[in-house]
T-cell receptor
Framework: SQQGEEDPQALSIQEGENATMNCSYK?????LQWYRQNSGRGLVHLIL?????REKHSGRLRVTLDTSKKSSSLLITASRAADTASYFC????????????FGKGTRLSVIA | GAGVSQSPSNKVTEKGKDVELRCDPI?????LYWYRQSLGQGLEFLIY????????KSGLPSDRFSAERTGGSVSTLTIQRTQQEDSAVYLC??????????FGQGTRLTVV
């Protein structure tokens, strides 16, 4: 069952611009995570934000979480060609120890 | 090992044959997940193991799919009587409780 949905499905920007991706989810969560995938293989964890946090930074990444709207955003600042990848949000399906459920992802293309 | 290891990395099998996919999680990780990803699609949850709890098998698409996790470590995903629609990349991940998941590089299964 789908928990998170990313928006947009695809995004193309010029190098140096900022990229913003959004994620909406359905049920209450204790955390939300963002992942990156290159070349259709293993995903790499980027950042985890807990339900009691509103914003979190990691390098050029900034994640926000609005639990009242059940939404999150991932901002990549000063994008580079190497940022080209698919980005997924993931949330536990239900409360407690439950599996992570992923959205369909946003395909980001950064053009040099 | 340093990360999640999956084998084989690629598998081509004939329709109707059984296949076994293996996942070696990170030592000490209590949670183990299996996902399936078709080309250009999101991650489809298959099965989730957490410690000694009964596995969450709710994502398995049919009774041809089964998985086990021996000794709380290595996991094997078995697909019986493979069909062409089973062709996909099968991804395994492990994590500590309620933290980020670490993914293997996946097994690309092709059913011909």
């Amino acid at each position: 069952s789908q928990q998170g949905e990313e928006d947009p499905q695809a995004l193309s920007i010029q190098e140096g611009e900022n990229a913003t991706m959004n994620c909406s989810y359905k049920t209450s969560i204790n955390n939300l995570q963002w992942y990156r995938q290159n070349s259709g293989r293993g995903l790499v964890h980027l950042i985890l934000i807990r339900s009691n946090e509103r914003e979190k930074h990691s390098g050029r990444l900034r994640v926000t979480l609005d639990t009242s709207k059940k939404s999150s955003s991932l901002l990549i600042t000063a994008s580079r060609a190497a940022d080209t990848a698919s980005y997924f949000c993931a949330t536990p399906r239900n409360s407690g120890n439950t599996p992570l459920v992923f959205g369909k992802g946003t395909r980001l293309s950064v053009i040099a | 090992g340093a990360g999640v290891s999956q084998s084989p990395s690629n598998k081509v099998t004939e329709k109707g044959k059984d296949v076994e996919l293996r996942c070696d999680p990170i030592s000490g990780h209590t949670a183990l997940y299996w996902y399936r990803q078709s080309l250009g699609q999101g991650l489809e949850f298959l099965i989730y193991f957490q410690g000694n709890s009964a596995p969450d098998k709710s994502g398995l698409p049919s009774d041809r799919f089964s998985a086990e996790r021996t000794g709380g470590s290595v996991s094997t995903l078995t697909i019986q009587r493979t069909q062409q629609e089973d062709s996909a990349v099968y991804l395994c991940a492990s994590s500590r409780e309620n933290t980020e998941a670490f993914f293997g590089q996946g097994t690309r299964l092709t059913v011909v």
